[in-house]
T-cell receptor, first 116, second 110 residues
Framework: GAVVSQHPSWVICKSGTSVKIECRSL??????MFWYRQFPKQSLMLMAT?????????EQGVEKDKFLINHASLTLSTLTVTSAHPEDSSFYIC????????????FGSGTRLTVV | SQQGEEDPQALSIQEGENATMNCSYK?????LQWYRQNSGRGLVHLIL?????REKHSGRLRVTLDTSKKSSSLLITASRAADTASYFC??????????FGTGTRLKVLA
């Protein structure tokens, strides 16, 4: 089945640095990917929709200059958390639409970001 | 917000009992999905039910959908300790942008 590989699975970084998270579709082309954030014991909140070859669409309240999304190819979307702060510590998950499956979707395994 | 709500927020049952979780949503949907998430881990897809379906089964799972009430339920029969996890519903519209519910934390006691 369609698999999305998300990397890294966890990362610790210092305040003020930037962190890049990759989401790669392994056996299909993902024209659309979604990025979610999850705080402890809370639900997943959609941050943005990443479209191959065009700008991402951000949900209300999500800072696009802080959470940079790049979807330069049909198999790779990246989320860069810029100038990270402790409050950015969270679990980030990507999801991709599987185009040949009308209801298709698949999720990455998530990235645990800790900013110290 | 389009986010759905689930109840109960937390549920604790004995092994062998059935667990029922409910999900309500606000907008029209193409389908609704249920996911499981073990603590600190990624999502595991459980089942998808389309808007024109009323009930679906998968092993010990039974999902119902009532589009008139904008609600769905997930029933886990004969629960096991390994079923301990958080369960989320996610609703998808035509854009395939899935909105997650608030989740139910299930604890199955051995």
């Amino acid at each position: 089945g369609a698999v999305v590989s998300q990397h890294p699975s966890w990362v610790i970084c210092k305040s003020g640095t930037s962190v890049k998270i990759e989401c790669r579709s392994l056996d299909f082309q993902a024209t659309t990917m979604f990025w979610y954030r999850q705080f402890p014991k809370q639900s997943l909140m959609l941050m943005a929709t990443s479209n191959e070859g065009s700008k991402a669409t951000y949900e209300q309240g999500v800072e696009k200059d802080k959470f940079l999304i790049n979807h330069a190819s049909l198999t790779l979307s990246t989320l860069t958390v810029t100038s990270a702060h402790p409050e950015d510590s969270s679990f980030y998950i990507c999801s991709a639409r599987v185009p040949q499956n009308h209801d298709g979707y698949t999720f990455g395994s998530g990235t645990r970001l800790t900013v110290v | 917000s389009q986010q759905g709500e689930e109840d109960p927020q937390a549920l604790s049952i004995q092994e062998g009992e059935n667990a029922t979780m409910n999900c309500s949503y606000k907008t029209s949907i193409n389908n609704l999905q249920w996911y499981r998430q073990n603590s600190g881990r990624g999502l595991v897809h459980l089942i998808l039910i389309r808007s024109n379906e009323r009930e679906k089964h998968s092993g010990r799972l039974r999902v119902t959908l009532d589009t008139s009430k904008k609600s769905s339920s997930l029933l886990i029969t004969a629960s096991r300790a390994a079923d301990t996890a958080s369960y989320f519903c996610a609703t998808g519209g035509g854009t395939y942008k899935y909105i997650f519910g608030t989740g139910t934390r299930l604890k199955v006691l051995a």
